[in-house]
């Protein structure tokens, strides 16, 4: 028989002759695997929500946030210290490398390429593999960044001081002492190098102390500008003469009120 005459083609079957749409299986056709969205899912997604809201309510509430006293611009000895999830950054800043000349390098560039690896991480292997020993280059790189962010982050916390940090940052109550700023001793004061380390209103600082309530007489306090005394060396006022009476007796006047 010739190929092509008197045969006849019989259809298999297993396959349907109209084709049907890739719809999904009733979720019912499971049960006690699934649930309904509403309102079972949602009410138990909102209940465990509650749960760690009242947890964190309480929290606050048992320990308040750990406030700081108000910036003072003036305070050039105040030493910053950023969340935790900068420190890495901040401690690599730290280093001769990243830092002074090069700071672009630990500003900028090293902190982006290390994120632009993240970025390009789908890209760079692009194995079907999910064991993590079979796919080194991501596993290796993966490895290295919790590494790097760790150490930095240890040796940030490490090599802070925190007794300083808690003085520079302690909330003090502010004294009876009215300031007139528009008298001639502020304005001598304000104009020196004195409102840098004492404040911008004479209460002190981690560099130096209050000038408020001091126990001294006007010319032992010339004599701390001309001399210095404790960490503040000597001839750091600039001024003349008689500003600096001025200066010793707006200072000697500061006393709280009884």
């Excluded at 465990?48 to 929290?59: D, R, S």
């Excluded at 962010?149 to 007794?163: K, R």
């Excluded at 209050?210 to 600039?238: C, F, R, W």
């Amino acid at each position: 028989m010739k190929r092509g005459k008197g045969m006849k083609f019989v259809g298999d079957s297993r396959i349907p002759a109209e084709k049907m749409p890739n719809i999904p299986k009733d979720y019912s056709e499971y049960p006690g695997k699934t649930e309904a969205f509403w309102p079972d899912f949602l009410l138990r997604e909102w209940m465990v929500g509650a749960v760690f809201l009242i947890g964190f309510l309480c929290l606050t509430a048992a320990h308040p946030a750990p406030l700081e006293r108000i910036a003072d611009p003036t305070d050039a000895g105040y030493i910053p210290m950023p969340d935790w999830y900068f420190l890495f950054l901040y401690q690599l800043i730290k280093y001769q490398f990243a830092s002074g000349p090069f700071n672009i390098l630990g500003v900028a560039i090293i902190p982006g390429l290390a994120f632009g690896a993240l970025l390009l991480a789908p890209f760079l292997d692009r194995s079907p593999e999910r064991r993590a020993s079979k796919r080194p280059f991501a596993t290796g790189f993966m490895l290295l960044g919790i590494a790097a962010v760790f150490y930095l982050t240890w040796e940030s916390v490490v090599n802070h001081d925190w007794a300083a940090a808690e003085q520079q940052g302690k909330i003090v109550e502010g004294t009876d002492v009215e300031i007139d700023q528009d008298s001639e001793g502020y304005q001598v004061y304000a104009g020196q190098s004195c409102i840098n380390c004492h404040g911008e209103n004479l209460e002190g600082g981690p560099a130096a102390p209050a000038l408020v309530d001091l126990d001294l007489s006007p010319d032992e306090i010339k004599d701390i500008a001309h001399n210095g005394i404790g960490t503040m060396p000597a001839d750091q006022y600039q001024g003349s003469d008689e500003d600096l009476d001025k200066l010793a007796e707006f200072i000697a006047s500061l006393k709280s009120e009884e």
